[in-house]
C-alpha cells in the first residue's frame, strides 16, 4: 500500500535520506519554518538511499534532476533541491 512520508530538510549542500525503494518526490515546501519533502512510498520495499543538493540562488546548479524550490528564514534565503539520478528515484 503506497503511502505518504515527510523528511525534513537539513540545510546543506549535498546531504542522502534513506527512503523506501522507488520513493517519488511530491512536494518541497516550508512546515512551520522548517523546510520538508514529502514523498509517496512503499513502506513495504526495502530502503536504498537518494542523494541530494542543496542550491541558493545565484549559485551553480548541478547536472540532476530538479525537484522543487522552497523560501527559509522568511523568505530571505530561497533554496532549490536537486536529486541524483538513481535506481531507487521513481
Known sequence: MLTI??????IQ????LSV???ARVLAVQTQYG???????????VEKCDMRFTLVGTGH??????YIGT?????GNL???LFVESSDGQG
Open 5 to 10: 512520508w515527510k523528511y525534513p530538510i537539513p
Open 13 to 16: 549542500d549535498k546531504f542522502i
Open 20 to 22: 523506501p525503494k522507488g
Open 34 to 44: 522548517e523546510p520538508m519533502i514529502w514523498m509517496l512510498v512503499d513502506p513495504t
Open 60 to 65: 551553480s546548479v548541478p547536472a540532476d534532476k
Open 70 to 74: 522552497f523560501q527559509f528564514m522568511g
Open 78 to 80: 530561497v533554496f532549490h
